[in-house]
């Protein structure tokens, strides 16, 4: 993410629940990624498990950067 992203996300994230959860998720996904991209081989179902987070990470970035585009835009509801 770029460093204006982390700003608001560091920013608004105590003040918007919903995005504190996606970001937290967002950490936590990335560190479960982090360890299956570090080994050499993977089995059938760990490669399966591997896209399957990537997915879901994936789909938490959407969130957090609709959540983001709101934020900018003036759009956003502190009562999330």
Do not use: C
């Not at 399966?48 to 934020?71: A, C, S, V």
């Amino acid at each position: 993410m770029e460093q204006r992203e982390l700003e608001l996300i560091e920013e608004w994230q105590e003040k918007l629940p919903e995005l504190k959860k996606l970001w937290q998720e967002h950490l936590e996904l990335e560190e479960q990624l982090d360890r299956f991209n570090k080994r050499l081989y993977l089995s059938t179902a760990e490669e399966i498990e591997r896209k399957t987070l990537q997915k879901k990470k994936l789909k938490g970035r959407d969130q957090i950067e609709r959540i983001l585009t709101e934020i900018r835009g003036g759009a956003v509801s502190l009562k999330r």
